[in-house]
């Protein structure tokens, strides 16, 4: 294990051992926590008591955080020419179909999100061994499917982000930069932790929040207790 800093051991003498903190505490002492000197992305990881094995325990879905993601986000839209004005009106960084497609075929996925529609899925299905291992295939539930092309890439350039819960039962997740103010993190995370409530499955049984960590890149985590989320 490598040798803690000075910073990062005042830092970790910030967070008092055994204690669960509201989330607005934890809003504010991430940022005290933080010594990286880039603008580290903010994480919160949520364990869930459910069994991702079985398909009706399986947690996902997309939540529009209300202050962004605080970084820029790279969005093709592969999409047919009537749709293409559309789509680089909203903001997408890239537009276009088969030149695409055959561009991703040759290895190009520099892209952070992409967004297609339902009549080219069939082109599009074929390129799932290239995007599905980075998270890029586009999904109907993710809303990256769909015939409202301009709608989908503005949402997702505003700050709309999908998430799906791991093998381990385990939902992770960025929720903005370390730049931001504690209010905006809290905001944020709030939504973030109350969107997953709402899809708690209904095959789900005992405790479905069973815990929550807020922490910055590089940084340790911050227990949070669970029942400050709804808090103003």
């Not at 592969?78 to 789509?87: F, G, I, Q, S, V």
């Not at 993710?142 to 092309?149: A, C, D, L």
């Not at 969107?195 to 922490?215: D, H, W």
Request: proline share 4%; aromatic share 4%; with cysteine.
């Amino acid at each position: 294990m490598s040798k803690l800093t000075k910073n990062q051991k005042l830092a970790l003498g910030k967070i008092e051992a055994g204690k669960a903190y509201t989330l607005k505490e934890a809003s504010a002492l991430v940022k005290e926590i933080t010594t990286t000197k880039f603008d580290a992305s903010v994480d919160v990881d949520v364990r869930l008591g459910v069994d991702p094995r079985k398909a009706n325990q399986m947690v996902r879905g997309v939540v529009s955080l209300p202050n962004g993601t605080g970084k820029q986000v790279r969005v093709l839209a592969l999409c047919t020419p009537d749709k293409e004005a559309e789509a680089k009106t909203a903001g997408a960084d890239y537009v276009g179909l088969e030149e695409y497609i055959e561009k991703i075929k040759g290895g190009w996925t520099d892209v952070d999100v992409i967004i297609t529609m339902p009549a080219v899925m069939g082109k599009i299905g074929a390129l799932g061994r290239i995007l599905g291992p980075r998270g890029l295939m586009p999904n109907p539930k993710s809303g990256t499917v769909t015939n409202e092309i301009g709608n989908a890439v503005k949402e997702v350039k505003q700050g709309k982000i999908d998430f799906k819960v791991d093998k381990t039962g385990i939902v992770h997740t960025s929720i903005g930069k370390i730049s931001f103010e504690p209010e905006q993190i809290r905001q944020n995370a709030k939504e973030f932790i109350s969107t997953l409530i709402k899809l708690k499955p209904s095959a789900a049984k005992g405790t479905y929040i069973k815990s929550i960590y807020l922490s910055s890149t590089m940084s340790a985590g911050i227990k949070i207790d669970p029942k400050s989320v709804e808090e103003i």
